[in-house]
């Protein structure tokens, strides 16, 4: 997300060509198919597989980036596949600025030791309240949640706001907390949108793309009732892959069946030729050697 925003305000500030190198492919980017469809559609050049390796200066300004390719290896703790990089495939790119738009992290004061207060890169703080542990503190948003979206960060804050109120007012007080919501029936959402697709956004824009460049203004419009429901109601292919049922739709020796929505392998029947793990679109199946 922070190397997209950062493209995107590049170009509304005037600048030329504006490319984003990532070491991974657009499947394991962390940044939503809409987002990165809107970057593109307004001029920001996105290059996979490739990372920085050298900037290159003369009298303190930047010249150009020397890049090398990279291809996908097995997965690391972000269970992401991680990126090899390729010897001997080093090209150089000529840029006048560079951003390092790595991620989001608190910030933090020259003399404040975030390792007292923070965990895991987030503000200690009650999960109910956000009270810090020093009384009258309090934390939201993504300081106290990490890395979140919006709807979390508001939750957050009203949750905040409910319990100062309270604290301040006692039985006076006049703030509602936030209820808490009830989880969906996980098996019913897989059951009816399994096999879906991810649907893509309801496109809402009333500028076009070589137009939104120019500012910073809003370039989409309230959704209609009609589309505020069609946008709620579609699937986002979260990626929870239990229920889907490719596997049992291939297996050929009809050895996977569905047990509470769920895929059950009957090694009887199995054979080990490995077309559900290869085809499992979440990854979670794996061949297991036996002895």
């Known amino acids: 997300f922070s190397a997209v925003d950062a493209a995107r305000t590049c170009l509304r500030l005037g600048a030329g060509d504006v490319y984003i190198a990532y070491r991974r492919t657009k499947d394991e980017m962390p940044a939503t198919p809409e987002e990165i469809t809107e970057a593109e559609e307004e001029g920001v050049k996105i290059m996979y597989l490739v990372s920085p390796k050298q900037i290159v200066t003369d009298k303190g300004k930047i010249e150009s980036i020397r890049l090398v390719n990279f291809v996908l290896g097995e997965k690391d703790a972000s269970d992401r596949r991680r990126p090899v990089e390729v010897e001997g495939t080093e090209f150089t790119l000529e840029a006048d600025t560079v951003i390092s ?3 989001q992290q608190l910030d933090s004061l020259p003399d404040m030791d975030l390792s007292k207060v923070a965990v895991d890169g987030k503000i200690k703080a009650d999960p109910n309240t956000f009270e810090t542990n020093i009384s009258g503190v309090y ?4 300081a106290a949640l990490g890395a979140s979206d919006i709807i979390s960060a508001i939750a957050s804050g ?9 604290k301040l007012s006692g039985s006076e007080a006049v703030i509602r907390p936030v209820e808490e919501l009830k989880q969906v029936d996980l098996n019913h959402v897989l059951e009816t949108k399994g096999n879906a697709p991810r649907t893509a956004s309801v496109r809402n824009y009333t500028v076009e793309a070589h137009k939104r460049i120019n500012g910073f203004e809003l370039y989409s419009r309230p959704f209609t009732e009609t589309e505020a429901v069609q946008e709620a109601a579609r699937c986002l292919n979260c990626g929870c892959g239990e229920g889907c049922m490719i596997c049992a739709d291939i297996c050929n020796a009809f050895a996977i069946s569905s047990v509470d929505t769920k895929p059950f392998v009957d090694k009887e029947e199995c054979v080990g030729c490995g077309i559900c793990v290869w085809r499992c679109p979440n990854d979670n199946l794996e061949m ?4």
Not at 139 to 142: A, M, N, R, S
Not at 158 to 166: L, T
Not at 288 to 291: H, L, Y
Request: glycine content about 10%; charged content about 25%; cysteine-free.
């Open 139 to 142: 934390t939201v948003g993504d």
């Open 288 to 291: 297991i050697p036996s002895n």
């Open 101 to 103: 738009a790595l991620g």
């Open 158 to 166: 009203k949750r905040a706001a409910a319990a100062v109120d309270k």
